[in-house]
């Protein structure tokens, strides 16, 4: 995750993206036990704007260092990354409100626990619910937290059946 991060950081400073935030289970790691997955999943915001075309000149600068593209990601060190465009208010909010960690010294953003709930809930698969319970087991974040960050993004539908479903909110 060193090479990972020190890329990221490369990018900022370079202008080839504006910021980013790992999200995902990679971002979970963060807050609960680890989980297993296969890829790291970054946001990113891109200068212009956030159309998939845009990301080529981010695939050149990982290009030139040695980063080759692999199906969807680019494999960084021991890491595919998918580089993910901002691709709604809730995962821009997610991206500005980041929380700094570090990586061996090097900072690396994440995806504050409330925000990878809600954008958790918004993608409303069963490994998103169990990413979900995990953050609310691990006391990473409360009920309320989530509820709150999902209404304010009209997740409340989302919200509510999965508080009925697993947290027994009639």
Same mark, same amino acid.
């Given at each position: 995750?060193?090479?990972?991060?020190?890329? *990221?950081?490369?990018?900022?400073?370079?202008?080839?993206?504006?910021?980013? =935030?790992?999200?995902?289970?990679?971002?979970?790691?963060?807050?609960?036990?680890?989980?297993?997955?296969?890829?790291?999943?970054? *946001?990113?915001?891109? +200068?212009?704007?956030?159309?998939?075309? *845009?990301?080529? +000149?981010?695939?050149?600068?990982?290009?030139?260092?040695?980063?080759?593209?692999?199906?969807?990601?680019? &494999?960084?060190?021991?890491?595919?990354?998918?580089?993910? @465009?901002?691709?709604? +208010?809730?995962?821009?909010?997610?991206?500005?409100?980041?929380?700094?960690?570090?990586?061996?010294?090097? @900072?690396?953003?994440?995806?504050?626990?409330?925000?990878? =709930? =809600?954008?958790?809930?918004?993608?409303?698969?069963?490994?998103?619910?169990?990413?979900?319970?995990?953050?609310?087991?691990?006391?990473?974040?409360?009920?309320?937290?989530?509820?709150?960050?999902?209404? &304010?993004?009209?997740? =409340? +539908?989302?919200?509510?059946?999965?508080?009925?479903?697993?947290?027994?909110?009639?």
């Amino acid at each position: 995750m060193r090479d990972v991060a020190t890329l *990221l950081n490369e990018m900022v400073a370079a202008g080839v993206i504006e910021t980013y =935030a790992v999200f995902g289970a990679v971002a979970q790691m963060r807050y609960t036990e680890a989980v297993v997955t296969l890829d790291a999943d970054v *946001l990113v915001a891109l +200068p212009g704007g956030n159309e998939l075309v *845009l990301l080529t +000149p981010l695939y050149a600068f990982c290009l030139q260092r040695g980063f080759l593209p692999e199906g969807e990601a680019v &494999r960084v060190g021991d890491w595919p990354v998918q580089f993910i @465009p901002a691709f709604s +208010p809730l995962t821009e909010e997610a991206m500005r409100d980041a929380e700094v960690g570090e990586v061996d010294g090097i @900072p690396l953003r994440v995806v504050s626990a409330v925000h990878l =709930a =809600a954008i958790a809930i918004s993608a409303g698969r069963a490994k998103d619910h169990a990413r979900v319970l995990g953050l609310l087991e691990a006391g990473a974040v409360s009920a309320a937290q989530v509820a709150a960050v999902c209404m &304010r993004h009209g997740l =409340a +539908p989302g919200w509510h059946c999965f508080a009925r479903r697993f947290l027994d909110e009639r």
